[in-house]
């Protein structure tokens, strides 16, 4: 069971960059890292999903390095509504093997002015 | 959009009592989950259901039970509520894209 492992806080500056790292050392093959936003009283929501390399989409950038033992969150440019929890998640995408998705215990992002 | 919804924004109930939680999802997924959110503890999985009828438990399963009669609906069930049951409860689906939506979540309580 790949175990996630975040920052429990941030803070940063309207206009920053915020990079936010994750660590998921024993990370399996077939696993994918997905990254969720997590507004007060709602749900999750994703974010950006990927293997390896960089992905990146109309929020945010996914880096991942060769070894896979970590990722990092990249958000360009914070705004106050930025400001939420983030969540790593590590796990297998196939259907019958939800026992084997792990969320980190996220990271509270603080954007201020 | 994607709308999964659940049966109640707050719950309050009686230790002992049974407690059912439903959630719907509007889009044909095959893939529901249910977990439940502490605080310093993240999101950790209840229980799982990849097709109707069929289950699968989580990291945390005892004192729960879930029911998928239909696709679009996925209860969870505590038979015999205690306190430490007390927590926000999200319920989300899951297609074919890999991308879990989420409902708004039930913050139950239990007296």
């Known amino acids: 069971l790949a175990k996630t492992t975040q920052p429990i806080s941030m803070d940063s500056y309207e206009g920053q960059e915020v990079n936010i790292t994750c660590s998921h050392n024993n990370i399996a093959t077939n696993d994918y890292i997905t990254w969720y936003q997590q507004f007060p009283s709602q749900g999750p929501r994703f974010i950006i999903q990927g293997y390896k390399t960089k992905v990146t989409n109309e929020v945010a950038s996914l880096f991942i390095p060769a070894d896979r033992k970590s990722s990092t969150l990249s958000l360009p440019r914070v705004s106050l509504s930025d400001t939420a929890v983030y969540y790593c998640l590590v796990g297998d995408r196939n259907a019958g093997t939800a026992s084997k998705l792990t969320f980190g215990t996220g990271t509270r992002l603080q954007v201020t002015l | 959009d994607v709308k999964v919804t659940q049966s109640s924004r707050y719950l309050v109930k009686r230790t002992g009592e049974k407690v059912f939680l439903e959630c719907v999802q509007d889009m044909d997924h095959e893939n529901m989950f249910w977990y439940r959110q502490d605080p310093g503890l993240g999101l950790r999985l209840i229980y799982f259901?990849?097709?109707?009828?069929?289950?699968e438990k989580g990291d945390i399963p005892e004192g729960y039970s879930v029911s998928r009669e239909k696709k679009e609906r996925f209860s969870l069930i505590l038979e015999s509520a205690s306190t430490n049951q007390t927590s926000m409860y999200l319920c989300?689906?899951?297609?074919?894209?890999?991308?879990?939506?989420f409902g708004p979540g039930t913050r139950l309580t239990v007296l």
């Open positions: 259901s990849y097709d109707v009828k069929m289950k």
């Open positions: 989300a689906s899951r297609g074919t894209s890999n991308e879990q939506f």
